[in-house]
């Protein structure tokens, strides 16, 4: 396959703004309900199947911006779990009858354009957010498409590539520990599989918020996890979790989700905790049986263990998801600028290598940490 790299094509705003759009000027900033780009270079997604599918195309159409919504010119967009497991066919679902899609959740650049409603952004400002997971328009692209409360200004001491690995794994984290368990100052809380995006976020999240973490991870990850904070790391290749972990909790955050993970995890928890798994068949049972069955039948699975867990040991039971939210999306910007929320980048692409990328988040050890797609001045 052929990866074209023109640059994109961009039209002036003053030849472009005319019947029902508008530009005038606010704090210095100029604002319009029509994207400043007609068209642009991204990743199409044509078909589910590994990284050879992926298709770096120019003359992708922008589309005009709703009130509420932000061109952002990507700088750098990390890739997480999700895109490479939407690549191979995870939400096919939802996401087949929508094709081409375009992959990407986290971004990171400058606003090029913001709708008439958009209070808090202007344009050339830097800016960090995430997509929320079923955007069908995704990140791998040169503009981007974002709402307003999806992104925040990018934290000043940190790059571009940095700041795009964090904010759709920290606001998973935040999702389930501030949103759905409200974890609160001296309460104890456990990440099962804290070496990774979400669990390094969950661990900085907790320790900000008072809490005493422990985590479990591979040996490679030992060290870094201490590092973000916890107070204890127990090796899962190395020890057996139900002797090596002391105490009971008051949340349990399982980025793994295994039957294994979830039995040890709600065993450990204090009568009233949270166990929150980012593991939820929801996807799962509707790419199965399709969204008519598949629904309810993911509604029914969660709420029989909620009853079942509730009685049996007096602990809510949860599958928790990523949702943006603007309040954690600006304590995350807060924290990651004090330097106190880091996620590391291992290894960054151009965004013409995105099959390489892919590739290597692929091979599962060979790359630990995020990898990040750049994205070219
Ligand atoms: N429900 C949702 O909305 C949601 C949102 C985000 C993610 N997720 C899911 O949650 C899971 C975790 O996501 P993630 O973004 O945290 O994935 P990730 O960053 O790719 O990490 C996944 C695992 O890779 C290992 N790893 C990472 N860096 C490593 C290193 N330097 N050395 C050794 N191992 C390393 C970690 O294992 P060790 O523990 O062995 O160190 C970690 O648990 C995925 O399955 C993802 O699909 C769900």
């Known amino acids: 396959m052929r990866l074209l790299l023109r640059k994109p094509e961009i039209t002036k705003v003053s030849d472009r703004i005319t019947g029902n759009g508008s530009l005038r000027s606010r704090q210095g900033f100029k604002t319009c309900n029509r994207s400043i780009v007609t068209s642009c270079r991204a990743v199409l997604l044509p078909r589910f199947g590994g990284p050879d599918v992926l298709q770096l195309r120019d003359n992708v159409n922008v589309p005009d911006l709703k009130p509420n919504e932000v061109l952002v010119r990507a700088r750098a967009v990390s890739i997480n779990p999700l895109d490479t497991r939407m690549r191979a ?81 920290a606001l998973t984290a935040w999702r389930a520990l501030k949103s759905t368990a409200r974890i609160a100052q001296g309460q104890r809380v ?3 599989g804290g070496g990774g995006a979400v669990g390094l976020s969950a661990i900085q999240l907790a320790v900000a918020a008072g809490c005493h973490v422990s985590t479990t991870c591979g040996g490679e990850s030992i060290d870094r996890v201490l590092a973000a904070g916890a107070e204890d790391a127990v090796d899962y290749n190395m020890e057996d979790l139900e002797v090596a972990i002391k105490g009971y909790f008051d949340a349990v955050l399982d980025t793994i989700g295994l039957p294994e993970t979830e039995r040890i995890g709600i065993n450990l928890l204090k009568r009233g905790g949270h166990y929150m798994t980012l593991q939820g068949e929801a996807a799962s049972l509707t790419d199965r049986y399709g969204l008519a069955i598949g629904l309810p039948l993911a509604t029914g699975i969660l709420l029989k263990k909620q009853i079942q867990y509730r009685y049996s040991h007096g602990i809510e039971y949860w599958w928790t998801y990523m949702r943006a939210d603007a309040e954690g999306l600006e304590e995350i910007r807060r924290l990651s600028e004090a330097g106190r929320l880091k996620i590391p980048v291992e290894k960054t692409f151009s965004i013409t290598q995105v099959r390489e990328a892919h590739q290597a988040k692929d091979r599962k050890g060979h790359v630990p940490g995020k990898i990040v797609l750049e994205l070219e001045k």
Do not use: C, W
Not at 133 to 146: E, M, Q
């Open 89 to 169: 066919g995870y939400g096919r679902s939802i996401f087949e009858p929508l094709m081409p899609l375009i992959l990407g959740r986290d971004i990171s650049g400058e606003v090029a354009a913001i709708g008439n409603s958009v209070r808090s952004l202007g344009i050339g400002q830097e800016v960090f957010g995430a997509l929320h997971p079923t955007a069908v328009r995704g990140t791998y692209t040169d503009y981007a498409i974002l709402a307003e409360d999806e992104l925040a200004p990018k934290p000043a001491p940190i790059s571009h590539v940095e700041a795009s690995a964090i904010p759709f794994a």
């Open 190 to 192: 456990l990440v099962v």
